[in-house]
């Protein structure tokens, strides 16, 4: 099958320089193996990555004829499209050369800052079923497609992102592992698990199915059992997610006045420093000075959070273990 | 200066790593790719660990019996005594291994008497790899990645280094030790079909044969049956352990796991069988063929790692430990990459032979850019390609699964004249930053001095021993119980039986 590959070689990803190349393969090759054909007859400096070419060393993800792939897994069959398969960076990732990526900043250093091994705790005998969620977690290949396509990093590179979180996870669900406490206060701070805004792309995008979105809420289940709630480290985030905390359970609806005034530090510090603001809100009529009183029903809402509560007591206590 | 110098970023380069760093070396690990993304992460086998007196016995005596009287025995009894430890180890380190409540599970694999092989699903490779470098990084080994080792930078005997070129810049420096350890795993790319990953050249067995290190045991190449057709995926030996059969080029499950079983044990086996054949296993047959697995032999080692040049040390795939014989068996390929990494590691860390700073890594650079800018101006691409794909089909052929001496011989020579072509070749390109032009000319180079090795060894085993199948000597010939050692002679490789 006669295949042209459009190779991104300069520009930018909305305006990329190509360069053609054409190559005779069967349709059922792997459209990596079809590029390491065109590299290794055609043009020696293409630069790109991978080496396993059987979907286990994550190495070779590309962007596709617009679709971002782990390109050993796919055949030139199916991928192209009128003859052409066009080869780009992925999204986000930032290029050293042609569709090379610098993986190191894109990936390794987030995934690094996890990766420290298992600290042993020594503890009880460990069986299948609680080892089953790191099993799960390592079948990640580091493939860096749930990073792709997720939307934080779209707009801060500096978010850990899915795959780097996957890693925390992996750590977090490891019962041999004596510093899991540790390692969640490192993934809560800024960047964290607590900047996911878990909208399911990381799921989606991952090939191997391994649900990144859904470990990192489970991460933070895990980090909340061991007291680190959202915002740690950063006083303010704490202090309004206490805030708010406090206010739906007490009152069964959100008393936006005083999360606004906790959050900034209480009524003297947070009423200066939203003075300006409550002017501004009262005069357009979007806020008043009646007080904000319980909302009916909320003594079933209350109930809701005792049960919580209760249900978590045994994670809380490992904690304290 | 580092204290050891670990090249290879596979399961037996980051368990020598880390087994060094435990000694309180300062220790650098230089790896072509990421070390999560070397060739080991696609190893699906398990890891024979049989725990007790009784299970570790006929672990030995089924090792020896498929290496037909080449293994050496006391490296034999050393790994099999050492392999429940070694599996503990990688347990309490974070390997998952799967269990039977809370006790580490062993399953049977082809040609073991009894079940033995602690594992991982189907991802024991990948599981071990990723927890040998959290280790690594937990503890402090310093990266090098994207550096393809050149060439061993030798003071006199001794090796004090290697010199190395790193992909993104296309820099040429020297990285003097006090210790280096080989861990560059097979040449598998010298054989086609086969289950190569891009980076296994050979690169280390080249380095250190002519740098006048004995290779040993290099004609026995092991091929698996299960590689998936149209693939270079090799099936994991597990899934016959659990009942699926291998017949007429087909392996079928035969009822023998459920569909809740096969995902639960083989879901990376189904997702990839199905991307890259598009066959689903749970209704139809795997279409399989065979295709080179590993090669048995090495850089000739002591049961401590130690090569016969001073300061050099090799494991895993590329070190000949002695362990297989003629022979692999499912399961113990990995447990010698875990086993020799951890002793060459140990050993190389306590290795406190004092090395002077000197000139010669410097020089030993100079000559590797001289030669690298040389051959930055020949031709190259698809001349050196088609070289890589000639010797590989050549390999399958003449030193394959069938050998007689007329192939051989006619392998050799062509082997030799491969050799004067590709010294005419070259990178194709002056490019200095990422020129895979270059390091394709480079591995093809290391892959035809292996080869050659390989070729020449086979020529001189007159016997059907283990793998090692000749057609014209189908018998085994006892007199010839001996190892073969190849070392680099000016006119090529030179063969001779070990002295016992």
């Known amino acids: 099958m006669e295949i042209t590959f459009k190779f991104q070689r300069g520009g930018t990803r909305a305006n990329p320089e190509y360069v053609d190349y054409q190559i005779d393969v069967p349709p059922e090759m792997t459209v990596f193996d079809a590029l390491i054909a065109v590299r290794e007859t055609q043009d020696g400096t293409l630069a790109f990555r991978g080496n396993c070419s059987v979907g286990f060393c994550g190495d070779c993800t590309l962007s596709v004829n617009g679709a971002q792939k782990v390109t050993c897994l796919i055949n030139v069959g199916k991928t192209q499209k009128e003859g052409v398969i066009t080869v780009q960076p992925i999204r986000y990732a930032p290029v050293e050369k042609d569709v090379m990526h610098n993986m190191r900043k894109f990936l390794w250093d987030k995934v690094d800052t996890f990766a420290r091994g298992v600290v042993p705790n020594g503890g009880h005998p460990v069986t299948d079923e609680e080892l089953r969620p790191v099993r799960k977690a390592m079948r990640c290949t580091t493939c860096g497609l749930c990073d792709e396509g997720c939307t934080v990093i779209d707009v801060n590179l500096d978010f850990y992102g899915p795959a780097a979180l996957t890693k925390l996870y992996r750590f977090a669900f490891d019962p041999r592992d004596g510093i899991t406490a540790e390692r969640l206060r490192e993934g809560s701070e800024i960047h964290g698990i607590w900047d996911c805004v878990h909208c399911w792309e990381a799921t989606e995008h991952c090939p191997f199915g391994l649900e990144p979105t859904h470990l990192i809420m489970d991460t933070r289940d895990r980090a909340i059992a061991h007291g680190i709630k959202s915002g740690y480290g950063n006083k303010m985030l704490e202090r309004h997610y206490d805030a708010f905390e406090e206010s739906i359970s007490r009152k069964g609806w959100l008393d936006e006045r005083s999360v606004a005034l906790q959050t900034y530090g209480g009524l003297i510090k947070g009423g200066l420093h939203t003075l300006p603001l409550g002017i501004r809100a009262l005069r357009k009529g979007k806020a008043t000075l009646k007080p904000h009183y319980k909302r009916p029903g909320a003594d079933r809402i209350r109930k809701i959070f005792d049960r919580y509560n209760r249900a978590n007591a045994g994670l809380r206590k490992e904690k304290q273990r | ?500």
């Open chain 2, 1 to 500: 200066m580092h204290d050891v110098l670990v090249i290879g970023g596979g399961i037996a380069g980051l368990r020598a790593a880390v087994a060094a760093r435990s000694t309180g070396a300062a220790v650098a690990l230089l790896s072509q790719s990421h070390p999560t993304r070397s060739y080991s992460v696609t190893v699906q086998d398990g890891i024979n660990a049989p725990d007790g007196t009784e299970g570790r016995d006929s672990h030995v005596s089924d090792t020896m019996a498929a290496g037909a009287g080449l293994n050496v025995p006391m490296v034999v009894n050393s790994i099999c005594r050492d392999a429940p430890v070694l599996v503990e180890e990688l347990d309490r380190m974070g390997v998952p291994f799967n269990r039977v409540g809370s006790v580490i599970d062993r399953v049977g694999a082809p040609g073991s008497s009894q079940p033995r092989s602690a594992y991982v699903n189907d991802i024991t490779g990948l599981t071990v790899t990723q927890t040998l470098f959290e280790q690594a990084i937990g503890t402090g080994v310093q990266f090098f990645e994207e550096w393809i080792a050149l060439s061993l930078i030798m003071d006199r005997d001794e090796c004090v280094g290697a010199v190395a070129l790193q992909l993104a810049t296309g820099a040429v420096e020297a990285f003097e030790a006090r210790a280096v350890v080989l861990a560059t795993g097979g040449p598998r790319r010298a054989f086609e079909p086969s289950t190569a990953s891009l980076h296994c050249n050979g690169g280390g067995l080249a380095m250190a044969y002519r740098a006048g290190a004995p290779l040993i045991d290099m004609e026995f190449v092991q091929y698996t049956p299960m590689v998936l057709s149209g693939s270079r995926l090799a099936l994991s030996p597990l899934l016959l352990g659990a009942g699926a059969v291998l017949e007429d080029g087909n392996v079928r499950l035969n009822g023998a796991l459920d569909d809740a079983q096969l995902e639960s044990r083989f879901p990376d086996t189904l997702l990839r069988v199905e991307a890259l054949s598009g066959v689903d296993i749970r209704k139809d047959p795997a279409p399989v063929h065979s295709g080179m697995a590993r090669l048995l032999g090495g850089i000739d080692v002591t049961t401590q790692g130690e090569t016969s040049v001073l300061g050099l040390y090799a494991a895993g795939e590329c070190a000949g430990t002695g362990f297989h014989g003629a022979q692999a068996l499912d399961g113990n390929f990995l447990l010698v990459s875990i086993a020799s990494g951890k002793n060459a590691g140990l050993t190389a860390g306590a290795h406190t032979r004092r090395v002077d700073e000197s000139k010669v890594g410097e020089q030993a650079a100079e000559a590797a850019r001289t030669a690298l800018d040389a051959a930055l101006g020949r031709p190259g691409g698809a001349p050196v390609a088609a070289l890589r794909s000639d010797l590989a089909s050549l390999m399958h052929e003449k030193v394959g699964q069938s050998r007689d001496a007329n192939g051989l011989k006619e392998a050799i020579q062509r082997i030799q004249a491969m050799r004067e072509e590709h010294a005419q070749l070259g990178a194709g390109s002056n490019t200095r930053d990422f020129n895979f032009g270059l390091v394709q000319y480079l591995e093809v180079g290391s892959l035809l001095d292996v080869a050659e090795t390989i070729a020449a060894s086979a020529l001189e085993r007159t016997e059907s021993r283990g793998v090692h199948r000749r057609t014209d000597h189908p018998d085994l010939d006892t007199s010839q119980g001996g190892r073969l050692q190849v070392t680099k002679g000016r006119d090529g490789p030179h063969v001779s039986t070990e002295n016992a």
